[in-house]
């Protein structure tokens, strides 16, 4: 585990400068403080802060080949490297460390880029090849580990966070202002969209290849899009005998460590499934940690201790308060363009807890997404049954909706009825509606909002599935979008601010191809979510946590913001810093406010964005102007 950057030049008379490539190392340091590697050749030159998770003491990058003319870095771990290891040197290969990366290189070299099909894991690499002039990243199939990457027709920088390429002189820092709307709109940025013009995410399962001066992406994994015909018809007995298989092989493959393994434990059935897979494997109690709050609506500490007793491990509990959100701006600066997923916060202590005494760190992620267990696909399956309704009625309430005044009851409703499809369910993941978003924002910037935003990615996520039934198509428009773009940035965000390797057995890329293949009853029966994984988790946990209502990782944001915080708030949005910067709509920011203090609890989480907002271009101003975005 590490932290990557590096860059090469179209130009092969310019050099790569180590010093540059030193001070895009140093603004990662947290992401791998054990180790720090540099290597330049000619135009490209590549770098690594290093997390020592395995082999401690020959794995140090970058690691080439025999003959020194494929060198590559490496973000993750490769879980099957063992078995890939004896094939190499069945294949003549010398191997000179017990790493997982070197086995990449030469698995490069016998399979070119098609090497990808091999690895199992989580991963973001580059890999230099001397000999073809190439530059080849790649990015794991379900989006665990980040890459982030600039192209200008003369260079290709890139990095796994966006602080390393900011930190590169030559790096275009323009914002793009559709971004502060998707942003405003979904809480997060999908991919491949940053709020930066020119940089830009790789999409999960994407390899790019930079040759001869020209830039090509490839996708080379559709596990989540299977074809119609691939859906099994394994009768249950049998679908839950694999399933079982295969969740004990992810847990098992991801607690090979050389440095002490632990697991977050919420108390809801999948990370307690994870817990409970984890203590068959080993004869120690597992170390678990759990974040709760005081307000009961929100703390799901109970079901976790319960959780840690029935299983015997060794637990440890934490809980935030809303002091705690002197870190915000902590937050921000790790995050590095604006993301409003407020389970980051309790996720940040969650992550500084166990990194006292563990390294690696297993997660229950990816089960609601792989296993339909948002309660949002239910309520989505019933939006459905009013698409019977007649075009006539529904364009009405649409009608009406449209004049309710802003945060009317039901009109979101009413507005929602009159959409059909994708539509319908992008617009029930929005947390702030665009007319609003556009109302907050001062009128020059709205001006610029013409072009296309970060839903319409959604549209095409959607455009690829529309084949398959409507739950297929809403878990695979998440599995493109909110999980790489939200779920895994906050886990590797808030980890790797801690020096800590998160790992998500859920998100085993088999584990995520059967999952796909399901027919939809043992996806979702009766309105309830995760069936068939359910009825694995029967076998090891206590009825009523597997059976328990789905409560997420919430925070009391309408408790804080109206009470303890109340006074952070309006010092953020209307001080004279912000207020100078003019991003907001003063009056409409006001009115917001003003709703939201007398009664209004829905404008919390927006709120929350417009403070994220505020607090980012605070951070970034001493590298973005905001004239910049005008």
């Known amino acids: 585990m590490c932290g990557i950057v590096g860059y090469s030049h179209v130009n092969p008379s310019d050099h790569a400068d180590p010093v540059v490539l030193a001070d895009m190392c140093g603004t990662i340091i947290h992401r791998g403080p054990d180790d720090q590697g540099i290597y330049t050749h000619g135009p490209t030159g590549l770098a690594m802060r290093r997390l020592s998770i395995i082999d401690l003491h020959t794995g140090h990058q970058p690691i080439a080949n025999e003959t020194g003319t494929v060198w590559i870095v490496q ?13 190499l040197l069945q294949r003549g290969h010398r191997l000179r460390t017990s790493s997982d990366t070197e086995v990449i290189v030469h698995l490069y070299e016998e399979l070119g880029e098609r090497c990808l099909d091999r690895l199992r894991g989580m991963f973001a690499f580059a890999i230099w090849d001397q000999d073809q002039s190439s530059l080849f990243l790649a990015r794991d199939r379900l989006g665990v580990k980040p890459l982030y990457y600039y192209w200008d027709e003369e260079r290709l920088v890139f990095g796994s966070e966006l602080k390393t390429l900011l930190a590169h002189p030559d790096v275009d820092v323009s914002v793009d202002v559709t971004a502060i709307e998707t942003f405003l709109r979904y809480s997060y940025i999908p991919d491949p969209q940053t709020i930066f013009t020119r940089i830009k995410k790789l999409p999960p399962a994407h390899s790019l290849v930079l040759k001869n001066g020209k830039l090509s992406l490839e996708c080379y994994w559709h596990g989540l899009r299977p074809h119609p015909a691939e859906l099994t018809e394994l009768p249950e007995p049998d679908a839950l005998a694999r399933l079982e298989q295969l969740l004990e092989e992810a847990v098992k493959l991801r607690m090979i460590s050389d440095v002490p393994v632990g697991a977050f434990l919420s108390g809801g059935v999948d990370s307690s499934l994870v817990v409970a897979l984890m203590a068959r494997q080993t004869s120690r109690p597992v170390r678990t940690f ?19 007793e029935h299983l015997g491990t060794d637990h440890q509990e934490f809980i935030v308060e809303p002091q705690n959100c002197d870190v915000i701006e902590r937050l921000v600066s790790h995050f590095d363009e604006p993301f409003g997923d407020v389970s980051a916060l309790p996720m940040y202590f969650l992550c500084q807890m166990a990194a006292r005494s563990v390294k690696v760190a297993l997660s229950g992620d990816g089960g609601d997404e792989l296993f339909a267990g948002y309660e949002r696909y239910a309520v989505a399956l019933q939006q459905q049954q009013r698409e019977r309704l007649p075009a006539s009625v529904r364009r009405a309430c649409g009608w009406v909706g449209e004049r309710m005044f802003d945060g009317g009851r039901g009109k979101r409703f009413l507005q929602n009825v009159a959409l059909s499809g994708p539509d319908q369910y992008r617009d029930s993941v929005t947390y702030t509606p665009k007319a609003l978003v556009r109302r907050i ?31 297929a198509q809403l878990q695979y428009v998440d599995g493109q979008s909110y999980l790489p773009a939200d779920v895994m940035t906050k886990v590797d965000r808030m980890s790797m601010a801690h020096s800590l390797e998160a790992r998500e057995p859920l998100l085993d890329h088999h584990l995520a191809e059967f999952a796909a293949c399901l027919p939809m ?12 994984l359910k009825r694995v988790a029967e076998r090891y946990l206590p009825t009523s946590i597997v059976h328990r209502k789905k409560q997420g990782f919430g925070v009391p944001l309408e408790h804080w913001f109206k009470g303890d915080l109340r006074g952070y708030v309006r010092d953020i949005l209307f001080d004279h810093e912000a207020t100078q910067r003019g991003l907001f709509n003063a009056s409409a920011l006001e009115d917001l406010m003003s709703r939201y203090e007398s009664g209004r609890s829905e404008y919390a989480h927006t709120i929350w964005l417009l403070v994220v907002l505020e607090v980012w271009c605070r951070l970034y101003q001493p590298c973005v102007a905001l004239q910049e975005v005008r």
């Open 521 to 532: 009853e043992l996806r979702m029966r009766n309105g309830q979510g995760k069936y068939l």
């Open 441 to 471: 924002l001062a009128p020059d910037i709205v001006a610029t909002l013409t072009g296309s935003f970060g839903g319409d990615q959604l549209s095409r996520h959607f455009e690829m599935v529309g084949n398959q039934p409507w739950l």
């Open 290 to 308: 759990s974040i709760g709050f005081s307000e009961p609506g929100y703390n799901e500490l109970p079901y976790a201790r319960q959780v840690a």
């Open 75 to 87: 973000n993750g771990e490769i879980y099957n490297y063992q078995e890939l290891a004896q094939w």
